[in-house]
């Protein structure tokens, strides 16, 4: 079974629709992240969370919200889908090492169409 | 503030090609390093990675060192297969600090 789990795999909706995609973990790890990838422009932090009660904004936080439910899941929402987050998502997971970052290890990533 | 430049793609090159991806770094301080992989419809996975200056980190034929003299980070492989098709994103991890960045990812094709 895969560590990082992402829901669904792929998700078409109309502008104005609220959404939310989901993340779960079996590593163990404290740190989860949400990326957005779009062609040329590399991947984009949108929020992070180092554990349940810690929630940081990304570089591109604006029209999305997230939620950590417990330590293995991570949720991000867009309140009001735009065709502009047409893109690949991806939920990540991290462990801290000695005050510094190891390795991310991702999901398979979500595929949105906002149509 | 810290960031990574790579080389621009895409990138095509005849199997058993020798392949070079290179890779620039800005930060504060030593970073470490990483190269990820990304298969067609697949999430990003580590390819190697290095932790501090002149370490060489290797998986799978693919090498990189980390040079803080040129703030360089370049991605080789000697002889690449069509299964090395891919899109390869450099990385960064500040020794201080809370984010992790990424490469705008170098798309490569190798032809049979």
């Known amino acids: ?21 989901e993340c779960s973990q079996t590593k163990g790890h404290d740190r989860m992240y949400w ?5 040329g422009l590399g991947l984009r932090l ?17 029209g999305y919200s997230v939620s ?31 005050g510094t970052y190891n390795e991310q290890f991702f999901g398979p990533g979500t595929r949105l169409t906002v149509l | ?7 621009e793609g895409p990138v095509t090159l005849s199997e058993e090609a020798f392949l070079t991806i290179n890779c620039t770094y800005t930060a504060t301080g030593y970073p470490s390093l990483f190269w990820y992989v990304q298969y067609p419809g697949e999430g990003l996975q ?6 501090k200056a002149d370490d060489k980190g290797s ?12 703030t360089s980070f370049h ?8 299964s090395d098709s891919a899109v390869y994103f450099c990385a960064l991890s500040p020794k201080t600090g809370n984010q992790f960045y990424f490469g705008t990812g170098t798309s490569l094709t190798v032809i049979p």
């Open chain 1, 1 to 21: 079974d895969a560590d990082v789990t992402q829901t669904p795999r792929n998700r078409i909706t109309k502008t104005g629709k609220r959404i939310m995609l």
């Open chain 2, 1 to 7: 503030g810290d960031s990574v430049t790579q080389m």
């Open chain 1, 46 to 62: 949108i929020y992070y969370s180092f554990d349940v009660k810690d929630i940081n904004k990304g570089e591109i936080s604006d």
């Open chain 1, 35 to 39: 990326y957005r990838q779009d062609p």
């Open chain 2, 75 to 82: 991605l080789e492989k000697g002889s690449v297969q069509v």
């Open chain 1, 68 to 98: 950590r439910q417990a330590q293995a899941k991570f949720s991000l929402s867009l309140e009001s889908a735009i065709p502009n987050q047409t893109a690949l998502y991806f939920c990540a997971t991290s462990v801290a090492s000695g």
């Open chain 2, 46 to 51: 580590l390819l190697l990675k290095a932790t």
């Open chain 2, 59 to 70: 998986n799978k034929g693919f090498e990189a060192t980390y040079r803080k003299e040129t």
